[in-house]
């Protein structure tokens, strides 16, 4: 599942920078992580390394987009080989 960031954000900027696959970005309003990027951070950290910074936790898994750790394994290594 890619995460989400609810609109509990209070824009203090601490997870953008901490995203391997760049995924995360100041939305209109809120940041936004962009589904087609997160890989759960599979492929370059145990845990989701935004979770771990967010001081207020507004970054849950987005129900809407399950997908199982092979998908997000397969989805890592298109990542990687477009870059
Ligand atoms: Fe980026 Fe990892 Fe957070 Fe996904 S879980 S947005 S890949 S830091
Ligand atoms: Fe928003 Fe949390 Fe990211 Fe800060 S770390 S910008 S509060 S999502």
């Not at 901490?18 to 759960?40: M, R, V, W």
């Not at 507004?58 to 750790?69: A, F, H, N, T, V």
């Not at 397969?74 to 990687?80: E, G, H, S, V």
């Amino acid at each position: 599942m890619a995460l989400m960031i609810t609109d509990e954000c209070i824009n203090c900027d601490v997870c953008e920078p901490e995203c391997p696959n760049k995924a995360i970005s100041q939305g209109a309003e809120i940041y936004e992580i962009d589904p087609d990027l997160c890989t759960e951070c599979v492929g370059h950290y145990n845990e989701p390394q935004c979770q771990q910074v967010c001081p207020v936790d507004c970054i849950p898994l987005d129900p809407d987009r399950k997908e199982s750790k092979d998908e997000l394994q397969q989805k890592y290594l298109k990542l990687i080989s477009a870059s």
